[in-house]
């Protein structure tokens, strides 16, 4: 908190880019879309499945939770790419948020040792948000190697 206030006790604040802001906003209306597609999707098809077999019940599902672990896991590992190598940026120029970079609101410019700080914790965020996709698709095919036993 003392890091914030310093920066804006300095006055540096780094302006909102608009574009930025609004491609930022389409994101999250596309995405909002494709998961609310992918939602009524996902009832028809197992609507579909009623009245099947029980082995091609039980093959559907196990297919369809490898797709979605590995659907899963392939954004948040290039998302948690993303903010290791961010994070190293803003560690190396000792300045948040990195220079060059773009904000979708005003931002308090850290320096220093606040802002390699907001680095590291990127950075380890980073390899948490990693390290728990790589286990949750293990987990996935140790359960449907489980189910197999």
């Known amino acids: 908190m003392g890091s914030r206030c310093e920066a804006a006790a300095m006055g540096e604040v780094q302006p909102a880019d608009p574009a930025t802001r609004r491609r930022a906003l389409i994101a999250v209306a596309v995405i909002a879309m494709v ?5 009524f999707g996902l009832e028809q098809w197992l609507a579909g499945l009623r009245g099947s077999s029980l082995g091609h019940v039980r093959h559907s599902l196990e297919r369809a939770l490898i797709w979605s672990s590995w659907a899963t896991f392939l954004p948040i590992t290039v998302l948690a790419a993303f903010m290791w190598r961010y994070g190293a940026r803003v560690f190396r120029a000792e300045r948040f948020p990195a220079p060059g970079s773009k904000v979708v609101r005003d931002t308090p410019v850290l320096h220093g040792k606040p802002a390699r700080r907001r680095g590291t914790a990127l950075q380890v965020l980073a390899a948490g948000l990693a390290l728990l ?14 189910l197999h036993a």
Do not use: N, T
Request: charge should be positive; charged fraction near 10%.
């Open 133 to 146: 996709s790589a286990g949750a698709l293990i987990a996935v095919y140790r359960l449907i190697a489980r």
């Open 35 to 39: 998961g609310w597609g992918l939602y």
